[in-house]
């Protein structure tokens, strides 16, 4: 994903504009475990429709925390300087942080669409309603209009809901929260928080926001712990400790693990509400032993990358599974590999797609 938005959901904090700044690799790390947490959900869901046998049937909540992290970054990396550099400027770093990734994942979803070799059901839609949706992909419009795949907002990549999400966050915060006091941030934070109550009431989790018949749901997920996010640094509420970043991994794999019960409708938003933020600033907080530095950096790097690039196997592993049906052992296997392969070609596309993109992008921008 991250995610990050993602600062994405997952948008690595070692980034240019923070160079001169203290760099949270441990808050790097942490939104790597998210990113493969969502994978590894992704995975799962497709065998285990009932999410109660699911063993990680909370990964989907790793995108609040890359939301919640988003707002934290955003603030920490614009507050003191969006006013120098001016609204279009912020959006232009932001689509060129985002962009490249949004694009490539609409054209891996589109042709895994066209040539997946284990699709079952041929075929529905005529050239010019693939074109349609996958123009409004790369654009970022939504369009719910394939039921086969659940009507997500977009339907060859499914993850960006998050992405449109954290766009519109984006826009917000240029026009509008940087601008805001800590009183108004504080009032806005708690108005989404009954809206994330609210939603988890109704639909007895806080999941949606992904298609179209859950679209609201996704403005209350990024409205709160955007805001959240926010607040924390605003507010400078980063905890000192010694967790280290094994010791909130594990606090964050937590999160995804916990059973997928009745009680959804509570223990969701108490973790979206309260434990997220809590991470947030315990991760600000924790010293990084020197010899996990490379490796919460490589987490951080590969996260946003991985996240937009994983959900075309993801749709070919279902058309796989649906066809086969594979017993657990081999399930097993065929999951584990294709996560770590999916990590190497997260990795390839950052190196040689999404880096020298947005490195061409920036030197084009700075010669404007």
């Given at each position: 994903?991250?995610?990050?938005?993602i600062?994405?959901?997952m948008?690595?904090l070692n980034?240019?504009?923070?160079?001169s700044?203290?760099?949270?690799?441990?808050?790097?790390?942490?939104r790597g475990?998210?990113?493969?947490?969502v994978?590894?959900?992704?995975?799962?869901?497709?065998?285990?429709?009932?999410?109660?046998?699911?063993?990680?049937?909370?990964?989907?909540l790793?995108v609040?925390?890359?939301?919640?992290?988003?707002?934290?970054?955003?603030g920490?990396?614009?507050?003191?300087?969006i006013?120098?550099?001016?609204?279009?400027?912020?959006?232009?770093?932001r689509?060129?942080?985002?962009?490249?990734?949004?694009i490539?994942?609409?054209?891996?979803?589109?042709l895994?669409?066209?040539?997946?070799?284990?699709?079952?059901?041929?075929?529905?839609?005529?050239?010019?309603k693939?074109?349609?949706?996958?123009?409004?992909?790369?654009l970022?419009?939504?369009?719910?209009?394939?039921?086969?795949?659940?009507?997500?907002l977009?339907?060859?990549?499914?993850?960006?809901?998050?992405?449109?999400?954290?766009?519109?966050?984006?826009?917000v915060?240029?026009?509008?929260?940087?601008?805001?006091?800590?009183?108004?941030?504080v009032?806005?934070?708690?108005l989404?928080a009954?809206?994330?109550c609210?939603?988890a009431?109704?639909a007895g989790?806080?999941?949606?926001?992904?298609?179209?018949?859950?679209f609201w749901?996704g403005?209350?997920r990024?409205?709160?712990?955007?805001?959240?996010?926010?607040?924390?640094y605003?507010?400078?509420?980063?905890?000192?400790?010694?967790?280290?970043?094994?010791?909130?991994?594990?606090?964050?794999?937590l999160a995804f693990l916990?059973?997928?019960t009745?009680?959804?409708?509570?223990?969701e938003?108490?973790?979206?509400?309260?434990y997220f933020?809590?991470?947030?600033?315990l991760?600000?907080?924790?010293?990084?032993?020197?010899?996990?530095?490379?490796?919460?950096n490589f987490?951080?790097n590969?996260s946003?990358?991985?996240?937009?690039t994983?959900?075309?196997?993801?749709?070919?592993?279902?058309n796989?599974?649906?066809?086969h049906?594979?017993?657990?052992?081999?399930?097993t296997?065929?999951?584990?590999?294709?996560?770590?392969?999916?990590?190497?070609?997260?990795?390839?596309?950052?190196?040689?797609?999404d880096?020298?993109?947005?490195?061409?992008?920036?030197?084009?921008?700075?010669?404007?």
């Amino acid at each position: 994903m991250i995610f990050l938005a993602i600062a994405s959901p997952m948008e690595t904090l070692n980034t240019g504009i923070l160079k001169s700044k203290q760099h949270f690799e441990i808050l790097d790390g942490l939104r790597g475990i998210a990113a493969i947490a969502v994978v590894a959900f992704h995975f799962t869901e497709m065998v285990y429709t009932d999410y109660s046998q699911n063993f990680i049937a909370h990964g989907f909540l790793a995108v609040d925390f890359f939301f919640c992290l988003s707002g934290f970054v955003i603030g920490y990396a614009y507050d003191d300087r969006i006013g120098k550099m001016g609204v279009w400027e912020f959006f232009k770093s932001r689509l060129i942080r985002l962009h490249p990734l949004v694009i490539l994942g609409s054209v891996l979803g589109l042709l895994t669409y066209l040539f997946d070799p284990f699709a079952i059901v041929p075929q529905a839609y005529g050239a010019g309603k693939i074109a349609l949706i996958f123009l409004c992909s790369v654009l970022m419009i939504p369009l719910p209009v394939m039921q086969e795949r659940a009507f997500n907002l977009f339907s060859f990549n499914a993850p960006a809901w998050s992405l449109f999400w954290e766009y519109a966050a984006n826009i917000v915060y240029g026009f509008v929260l940087y601008k805001i006091g800590r009183r108004l941030l504080v009032l806005l934070t708690v108005l989404s928080a009954g809206a994330i109550c609210f939603i988890a009431y109704r639909a007895g989790n806080v999941m949606g926001g992904w298609g179209g018949p859950n679209f609201w749901d996704g403005f209350a997920r990024i409205s709160y712990s955007f805001l959240a996010g926010l607040l924390i640094y605003r507010c400078n509420w980063i905890i000192k400790n010694k967790l280290g970043f094994t010791g909130l991994a594990l606090l964050l794999a937590l999160a995804f693990l916990m059973p997928f019960t009745k009680w959804n409708w509570l223990t969701e938003p108490l973790v979206v509400l309260f434990y997220f933020p809590l991470l947030i600033a315990l991760g600000a907080g924790a010293a990084l032993s020197p010899g996990l530095k490379k490796l919460c950096n490589f987490s951080g790097n590969i996260s946003y990358p991985l996240y937009m690039t994983h959900y075309a196997v993801i749709w070919s592993f279902a058309n796989y599974y649906a066809g086969h049906k594979p017993g657990t052992t081999q399930l097993t296997y065929i999951i584990i590999t294709s996560m770590l392969l999916l990590l190497g070609i997260a990795w390839l596309v950052m190196v040689a797609y999404d880096i020298p993109i947005r490195k061409y992008l920036s030197s084009k921008r700075s010669k404007v």
